[in-house]
């Protein structure tokens, strides 16, 4: 995201970051319906309105994208370097709601997962993704998180080099 941008570009180039995560949400779906998975969407009287619900396997699925979502450590979870308290403000906001309603999920007895977008970004990722998540589905674990993020923490520097 870059300085030269006006709020319309900004805000259309905003709209096309979401329309890939719903692309992303669309292929998760596809390929665990082939897997034979049975499944509802945007279950919207469950915390945090989860992106695919099992019941009968009690298990909440959610798709972050990893910019909107704050993607700690990760590439693609920078914040853009105008309008930065802006940015901060707005995701830091999202990040706190969405482990609000991670807890509530849990608390409710569902499992949870969290499938992050920088997970999803090639075909060999997306079809190692695609066995965990698989196979964690049918297990009895409660809690899985897939992502591709380097565990070096992100500094400053980094976040605003990279823009
Ligand atoms: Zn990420």
């Not at 897997?35 to 959610?62: E, S």
Request: proline share 4%; charged share 25%; with cysteine.
């Amino acid at each position: 995201m870059a300085d030269f941008m006006t709020p319309q570009q900004r805000s259309h180039a905003m709209s096309r970051v979401r329309g890939r995560e719903t692309k992303i949400e669309r292929l998760v779906r596809s390929l665990l319906h082939k897997q034979g998975f049975r499944f509802r969407k945007n279950v919207f009287n469950l915390p945090g309105k989860p992106d695919i619900v099992l019941p009968k396997y009690h298990a909440a699925i959610l798709i972050h994208g990893c910019f909107w979502h704050g993607h700690a450590e990760c590439k693609r979870g920078y914040l853009p370097t105008s309008r930065r308290e802006f940015w901060v403000n707005k995701i830091s906001k999202t990040v706190i709601r969405d482990k609000e309603n991670i807890n509530e999920l849990m608390e409710k007895g569902w499992r949870v997962a969290i499938v992050w977008q920088c997970a999803l970004k090639n075909r060999q990722s997306i079809n190692n993704t695609i066995g965990i998540l698989t196979r964690w589905i049918v297990c009895n674990e409660d809690w899985l998180e897939i992502s591709d993020a380097p565990s070096t923490p992100r500094t400053n520097t980094a976040s605003s080099s990279i823009l």
